[in-house]
């Protein structure tokens, strides 16, 4: 049964992967393939029926908390668009051609992903695209450019990346040591992506036509006032988590209610007709649904390999086959593009004792910088990459020939530029 759990999973892989050529929406397959799994699961686990659904609903309480979050931030980067909020930004961008945009768009993710996480920054940074580009195409370039930036910003900062995060509360790695150590191969795995897309990129930048949303309905006062709730909201939810060590996903429920609230006062003596659009209600209407289940799939379906110890026996097993702490870190790093990082950190956390590896050790210095940025080599290997993939429409294999050759150099040119920083340090 353990064969056919994985069995299961690579072909949902697949045809999640083959989803426009098979014409099978990728959310019906990653719930069929979280139901399968977790059923031939439960049939052959040592532990038990009632272990099994321990287990179960423990992974579930970690997937809502993430889908939880996700609809919170979605929902606040709608009701940001609604008001025209995103102009403050878009009329101080004065790029007129695509390369040019293309740096400050990355730039802009990059740090903007340090202070979020990359999957908030992702959700904000494509919409913000949809008010910049007029053509699909290209913003289906800039959002496998935005995914690449936002994990390698995510990478080198505690709240950043969920990887990060994971290894600074554990107490893996301290903060500003973190920071130190990872920010140059980071910004190297941004780097040689936006070089080479450089030369690939040419042309001006085409405005999209007047979008239907709220920026003809509402005031200067308006935009700026939401756009900065908006993201003050955003901002919020780290520092909410670092003072009260609360979920995050918490902190994201109170900003978007105190959202709401001055939503409600803001537009209470308007008229119907006039403040339909702008309603916080009216933006959950306008979030992409099938999104949000194909998270609850996908994460659920990972789930079960964490659940089942295949996760940890393959961290093991290259720890046995390789015995090089480098390679083994460099290989988690690219299997991250197959599944999520998360479990594969988790296991690694547990095969090295801080006893034997302390903090900011190479291997947890190295690890948050694979990990982190690794996922970006394939659309479904990282949040930022899925919530991308759901927002945009990005097809797997698109994304694999075109943008997944970039992420991949960028990935390893950081690799070879945090190898060359360590060793002149140490």
Request: with cysteine; aromatic share 10%; hydrophobic share 55%.
């Given at each position: 049964?353990?064969t056919?759990?994985?069995?299961?999973?690579?072909?949902?892989?697949?045809?999640?992967?083959?989803e426009?050529?098979i014409?099978?929406?990728?959310?019906a397959?990653?719930?069929?393939?979280?139901?399968?799994?977790w059923?031939f699961?439960?049939f052959?686990?040592?532990?038990g029926?009632e272990?099994?659904?321990?287990?179960?609903?423990e992974?579930?309480?970690?997937?809502?908390?993430i889908?939880?979050?996700?609809?919170?931030?979605?929902?606040?980067?709608e009701?940001?668009?609604?008001h025209?909020?995103?102009e403050?930004?878009?009329?101080r961008?004065?790029a007129?051609?695509?390369?040019?945009?293309?740096?400050?768009?990355?730039?802009i993710?990059?740090?903007?992903?340090?202070i979020?996480?990359?999957?908030?920054t992702?959700i904000?940074?494509v919409?913000l695209m949809?008010?910049l580009?007029?053509e699909?195409?290209?913003?289906?370039?800039?959002a496998?450019?935005?995914?690449?930036a936002?994990?390698?910003g995510?990478?080198?900062?505690?709240?950043?990346d969920?990887?990060t995060?994971?290894?600074w509360?554990?107490?893996?790695?301290?903060?500003?040591?973190?920071?130190?150590?990872?920010?140059i191969?980071?910004?190297?795995?941004?780097?040689?992506?936006?070089?080479?897309a450089?030369?690939?990129?040419?042309?001006p930048?085409v405005?999209?036509d007047?979008?239907?949303n709220?920026?003809?309905?509402?005031?200067?006062?308006?935009?700026?006032l939401?756009?900065?709730m908006?993201?003050?909201?955003?901002?919020?939810?780290?520092?909410f988590?670092?003072?009260?060590?609360?979920?995050?996903?918490?902190?994201?429920l109170?900003?978007?209610?105190?959202?709401?609230?001055?939503?409600?006062?803001?537009?209470?003596?308007?008229?119907d007709?006039?403040?339909?659009h702008?309603?916080?209600?009216?933006?959950?209407?306008?979030?992409?649904?099938a999104?949000?289940?194909?998270?609850?799939?996908?994460?659920?379906?990972?789930?079960?390999?964490?659940?089942n110890?295949?996760?940890p026996?393959?961290?093991?097993w290259?720890?046995?086959?390789?015995g090089?702490?480098?390679?083994?870190?460099?290989?988690?790093?690219?299997?991250?593009?197959?599944?999520?990082?998360?479990?594969?950190?988790?296991?690694?956390?547990?095969?090295?004792p801080l006893?034997q590896?302390?903090?900011?050790s190479?291997?947890?210095?190295?690890?948050?910088?694979?990990?982190?940025?690794?996922?970006s080599?394939?659309?479904?290997?990282?949040?930022?990459?899925?919530?991308?993939?759901?927002?945009?429409?990005?097809?797997?294999?698109?994304?694999?020939?075109?943008?997944?050759?970039?992420?991949?150099?960028?990935?390893?040119?950081g690799?070879?530029?945090?190898?060359?920083?360590?060793?002149?340090?140490?």
């Open positions: 049964m353990m056919m759990v994985a069995v299961v999973f690579v072909l949902a892989y697949t045809m999640i992967a083959l426009h050529p014409k099978i929406n990728k959310s397959t990653a719930l069929i393939a979280a139901g399968l799994m059923t699961y439960s052959a686990s040592p532990v029926v272990g099994v659904i321990h287990q179960l609903t992974k579930l309480a970690e997937t809502a908390a889908v939880f979050f996700l609809i919170c931030a979605m929902t606040i980067v009701v940001t668009d609604a025209g909020g995103f403050v930004i878009t009329e961008i004065k007129t051609k695509l390369t040019s945009l293309l740096w400050v768009i990355g730039f993710t990059f740090y903007l992903s340090s979020l996480d990359n999957m908030t992702t904000v940074m919409a949809k008010r580009l007029k699909h195409k290209q913003r289906l370039f800039f496998g450019i935005i995914v690449i936002a994990n390698a995510g990478a080198w900062s505690p709240i950043g969920v990887t995060t994971m290894l509360i554990g107490g893996q790695v301290t903060t500003v040591n973190i920071m130190k150590t990872t920010w191969a980071s910004m190297v795995n941004l780097l040689v992506p936006l070089f080479i450089s030369f690939i990129l040419k042309g930048v405005p999209p007047k979008l239907e709220g920026a003809t309905t509402t005031s200067q006062f308006e935009k700026n939401m756009f900065f908006g993201m003050g909201s955003l901002i919020f939810v780290p520092i988590k670092a003072v009260t060590h609360l979920p995050p996903y918490l902190g994201i109170l900003a978007l209610g105190v959202l709401w609230f001055v939503g409600n006062i803001l537009h209470r003596n308007k008229p007709e006039e403040k339909d702008l309603r916080l209600a009216k933006a959950l209407k306008r979030i992409d649904m999104s949000v289940v194909f998270f609850i799939g996908i994460l659920l379906a990972v789930a079960t390999l964490s659940a110890g295949m996760l026996a393959l961290a093991g290259l720890d046995a086959k390789l090089n702490q480098s390679m083994i870190v460099i290989i988690i790093g690219l299997v991250s593009a197959i599944v999520d990082n998360i479990p594969l950190v988790a296991a690694s956390m547990g095969m090295y006893a590896f302390p903090p900011d190479f291997i947890w210095e190295f690890m948050a910088y694979c990990a982190g940025t690794g996922g080599i394939l659309i479904i290997g990282s949040a930022a990459g899925v919530a991308a993939m759901g927002l945009e429409k990005i097809e797997f294999f698109w994304y694999a020939r075109k943008i997944g050759p970039l992420a991949a150099a960028g990935y390893f040119a690799v070879a530029a945090y190898i060359v920083q360590y060793n002149l340090v140490h």
